[in-house]
C-alpha cells in the first residue's frame, strides 16, 4: 500500500547544506516546502561532548562500497540526521579561489566550471552575513575579493602561535582561520566558547551549520522537515520530460509517493548519484539526468594529512575549534609550482585534538601500545601540535559512483565509490609533506610524525557545465534533462579546488535557489 | 533555542551506559563487568581474547570494560552503535568483523604457540600483537590483521581516556558542553 501524499510547491531530497537553503529561500518566498531527511531528528540536547556520541552524526544509511587507491571515506565524511554533514562539520569555511574555476582553460586539467568567481561573489557576500563568519580579510594575502568578515578571529591558543612561527621562520604566512564560528553573539547565537568539541555538533549554537541558521528560517517561514524519510526514487511524468516527485520509506515501514512542483536533490554527492542511477526507467534507461552519461562521473575528494609535532611549550591542544585556527594559502594560485605535480594546497592549522577518536591524539600514533601509552598520551594532551594539508583533486571521468550489484533493504542497489588519486596530485601531496616537515622543525618540535593520508570532503558526481554534452546540469544545478529537477550540493562541482567546500556549497544553493524562484518550472 | 546562558549542562546522556533493566537500572561497562554481567553477543572464548589484547594493547580497558562495552554496542541496532569502525566503511552488521577477527586470532594463536590468546604468557601475547601489526600471519581468515590492531586499539582507547575520567587521568581538562553520563 501507498500513501499518496498532496502535491506540494518544493521537496527537498536532504537537510543538511544546499537543501537548507533552498528550503529557506523557497519557503521566505511564500512555496509550501517539504523537506525529507532520511536520518533522525535532532535537537541540541542531542549534541552531547563526547568522541563516542559524535558517531551517531555520521552516515548510518546503506552501506557504500569504496574502491580505489585513495576512497573518498563516505562513511567518515557523511552526515546523518537532520542537518546532514554540517551537524559535524568544522565550520572552516574559505573560499575557492579565481582560478579554480577555470583549471581547464588555465592548465589543461579537469573541468571548468560554468561560472566565474566574479559571479559567486556576491553570493559568498550573502551567505558570510547571514550565518556570520570570524576571520581577519586584510591577513589573508591569498584571498579572493569580498566582504569583510563580520565578526573578529579566533584566539589562537599555544600550538597556534608555535606554529604560526615555523611558518614564520621560513618566511611563509599565516592568516586567521576563517570559520562559520561566532566570536561574538551574533544574530541571536552566542559567542565560542573554544573546548574543542566541534565535530560533536555545537549545543549552543555558535557553530553555524544548516540547523542553527537556514533550516531555523525555513521552519519559521513554514516548511515541514520530515525525518527517517528514506526517498529510494525519483519518479517522473509518464513522457519522462518532468519530474513528479518521489517514493520514500517512513520509519514506520510505510511507502509514501510525495508529488511536487520541483525536487531538489540535496541528499549528498554519493546518494545523489546513486538515486539518480537507482531511478532509471523506460524513458531514462541510464537513469535520470543522464543523458550525457556523466552521472557519477568525475568523483572528487581532497587528499589530506595530518602533521603532528611534540613541543617543549605548553599547546593547548584541546582548546579551539576543532577546524583550527590559522591557516596558510602561499601558492595556492599557482597550480603548477612543483615539478610533476598539479595543483593547490592549504594548512588549517592548529586543530583542536581530544584523546581518543579517529583524528585523535592516541590514533595519530597507532604505533604506540601498552605500557608506553599512557605515558605518550599524558605528554601529548599538553604538547602536542597539528596542522591538516587539504590538497586538490582533479575531476576524472574513471573516479565515479555506479551502482552495485548488492542491494539495500529496500532493494535499491547500493553505491559503489571508485576513486584513485592520479600522480601528479600525489606529488603534490608529497611535495606539501615535505613543507609541514620543514614547518614543524621550524617551529622547535622536538620530534614530528604525519598520521594517515585520507579522503576528505566528497565532490562531483554530478558535476555542473555549459556543454549538455559534457556535465548534468547547468550552473544553477537545474538538470539538462529535466528542468524541474535541481541537484544541490558539492556534488555539482566540476572541480574540487583546495579548500572545504561547505561556504562554496551554501553560495552555490543561494545562487540557484533564488534562480528558481525567477524562473519557476 | 541557543540563547540559554547555562551553557554547559548535565544531560542524562547515556553515553556508555549499559543497561540492567530497561530504564530502572544503568551501569558503566566498568560496572558491567565487575558485576559479571552476561554479555549479549560474544561468547566466553570470545571475550576473554578481547580482553587479553585489548589489555595488551591499551592497559586498563579491561577494568574500564572494553568488552562489555564492544559487546553492548554490537547488540544494539547498527545505527545507534558508537563503535569507531561505524567510520571505517566496513559493512554492517559489525559483530561477523568482530567474530571472524577473534576467530582468526584464536586460529593463530593456536597454531603459533599451542594457546588461545587468553592463555598466553606475556612474552607470547607481546609476540601475537607484533605478529598482527606486522600483518605476519599465514593464513589469516579474517579481516586484516593490522586493521584489527587498529580498530582494537582504537576501541580500547575511547573505553579508557574517551571519557571525563580518562581525560582527568591525562591530566586535561575534560571541557563538556554536554556531559556525557556520569555512570561509568
Known amino acids: ?521 | 533555542m541557543y540563547s540559554s546562558p547555562q551553557r554547559r549542562r548535565v544531560l542524562k546522556a547515556l553515553v556508555l551506559a549499559y543497561p540492567l533493566v530497561s530504564g530502572a537500572l544503568l551501569l558503566s561497562p566498568a560496572q558491567a563487568r565487575q558485576r559479571k554481567l552476561p554479555l549479549t553477543v560474544l561468547d566466553a572464548g570470545e571475550a576473554a581474547d578481547l580482553e587479553t589484547v585489548i589489555e595488551a594493547l591499551v592497559p586498563g580497558s579491561a577494568e574500564a570494560g572494553a568488552v562489555h562495552f564492544i559487546d553492548f554496542q554490537l547488540a544494539r541496532p547498527a545505527v545507534d552503535s558508537l563503535l569507531m569502525l561505524r567510520y571505517l566503511g566496513v559493512p554492517q552488521p559489525h559483530v561477523d568483523f568482530y567474530r571472524s577477527g577473534l576467530a582468526a586470532l584464536a586460529q593463530h594463536s593456536s597454531e603459533r604457540f599451542g594457546k588461545r590468546p587468553s592463555e598466553l604468557p606475556a612474552s607470547s601475547l607481546d609476540q601475537l600483537i607484533a605478529d598482527l601489526i606486522a600483518d605476519d600471519t599465514p593464513g589469516w581468515s579474517g579481516p586484516p590483521a593490522s586493521f584489527l590492531y587498529f580498530v582494537w586499539r582504537s576501541d580500547g582507547v575511547d573505553v579508557t581516556y574517551g571519557t571525563e575520567e580518562g581525560m582527568a587521568a591525562l591530566g586535561t581538562p575534560y571541557m563538556a558542553h554536554i556531559r556525557p553520563q556520569q555512570v561509568w
Open chain 1, 1 to 521: 500500500m501507498v500513501n499518496l501524499r498532496d502535491k506540494v510547491d518544493l521537496l527537498v531530497v536532504g537537510s543538511g547544506a544546499a537543501g537548507s537553503v533552498f528550503a529557506a529561500e523557497a519557503s521566505a518566498a511564500g512555496k509550501q516546502v517539504v523537506l525529507l531527511e532520511a536520518g533522525p531528528a535532532r535537537t541540541p540536547d542531542d549534541l552531547v561532548s563526547s568522541q563516542l556520541w559524535a558517531r551517531r552524526l555520521k552516515w548510518g544509511g546503506a552501506h557504500v562500497e569504496e574502491e580505489g587507491n585513495h576512497q573518498v571515506g563516505h562513511s567518515f565524511n557523511a552526515g546523518w540526521g537532520i542537518g546532514g554533514s554540517t551537524m559535524h562539520h568544522y565550520g572552516v569555511w574559505p573560499r575557492l579561489h579565481k582560478n579554480d574555476f577555470q583549471t581547464f582553460t588555465e592548465f589543461g586539467q579537469g573541468l571548468d566550471w560554468p561560472l566565474q568567481y566574479d559571479e559567486l561573489r556576491p553570493y559568498y557576500d550573502r551567505i558570510q552575513s547571514s550565518i556570520g563568519l570570524s576571520g581577519d580579510a586584510t591577513q589573508e594575502r591569498w584571498r579572493p575579493p569580498g566582504e569583510p568578515y563580520p565578526m573578529p578571529p579566533v584566539p589562537v591558543f599555544g600550538q597556534g602561535r608555535l606554529l604560526a612561527e615555523g611558518f614564520a621562520r621560513l618566511d611563509l604566512h599565516t592568516a586567521p582561520l576563517p570559520l562559520a564560528v561566532n566570536t561574538i553573539p551574533y544574530r541571536g547565537r552566542p559567542a565560542c566558547m573554544y573546548d574543542g568539541w566541534c565535530d560533536a555538533g555545537c549545543p549552543i549554537g555558535a557553530l553555524g551549520n544548516a540547523q542553527t541558521v537556514f533550516l531555523a528560517k525555513a521552519l519559521k517561514s513554514g516548511a515541514e522537515i520530515r525525518d527517517g524519510a528514506m526517498v529510494t526514487r525519483l519518479l517522473t511524468s509518464t513522457g519522462g520530460q518532468r519530474i513528479e516527485g518521489v517514493e520514500y520509506h517512513s520509519v514506520d515501514g510505510v511507502l509514501h509517493r510525495q508529488y511536487a512542483d520541483v525536487v531538489v536533490l540535496a541528499a549528498f554527492t554519493v546518494q545523489n548519484a546513486r538515486l539518480l542511477l537507482a531511478s532509471a526507467n523506460s524513458r531514462h534507461p541510464r537513469g535520470l539526468a543522464n543523458h550525457s552519461g556523466l552521472v557519477g562521473r568525475y568523483l572528487m575528494t581532497h587528499p589530506a594529512v595530518s602533521v603532528y609535532g611534540m613541543f617543549d611549550a605548553e599547546t593547548q591542544p584541546g582548546l579551539g575549534p576543532t577546524g583550527g585556527q590559522l591557516m596558510n594559502q602561499d601558492g595556492y594560485d599557482n597550480k603548477l609550482a612543483v615539478d610533476n605535480a598539479y595543483g593547490s594546497f592549504q594548512w588549517i592549522i592548529a586543530n583542536a585534538v581530544k584523546p581518543n577518536g579517529l583524528l585523535g591524539i592516541a590514533n595519530n600514533r597507532a604505533d604506540i601500545y601498552g605500557p608506553q601509552l599512557k605515558p605518550f598520551l599524558q605528554r601529548a594532551v599538553n604538547h602536542i601540535g597539528v596542522m591538516t594539508l587539504v590538497s586538490e583533486d582533479i575531476a576524472l571521468a574513471e573516479n565515479r559512483v555506479e551502482l552495485s550489484s548488492a542491494r539495500d533493504a529496500f532493494g535499491v542497489p547500493l553505491a559503489r565509490a571508485v576513486h584513485n588519486l592520479g600522480k601528479s596530485s600525489a606529488a603534490l601531496v608529497a611535495h606539501a609533506m615535505e613543507q609541514g616537515k620543514a614547518v614543524m622543525d621550524a617551529a622547535g618540535a622536538r620530534e614530528q610524525w604525519r598520521g594517515p593520508q585520507a579522503g576528505m570532503h566528497i565532490m562531483g558526481g554530478t558535476v555542473m557545465g555549459s556543454d549538455p554534452s559534457k556535465s548534468v546540469t547547468n550552473s544553477y544545478g537545474q538538470s539538462h534533462d529535466i528542468n524541474n529537477l535541481y541537484i544541490a550540493g558539492p556534488g555539482l562541482f566540476p572541480g574540487s579546488g583546495a579548500v572545504n567546500p561547505t561556504f562554496t556549497i551554501h553560495a552555490l544553493a543561494l545562487r540557484a535557489a533564488e534562480h528558481l524562484l525567477r524562473n519557476w518550472p
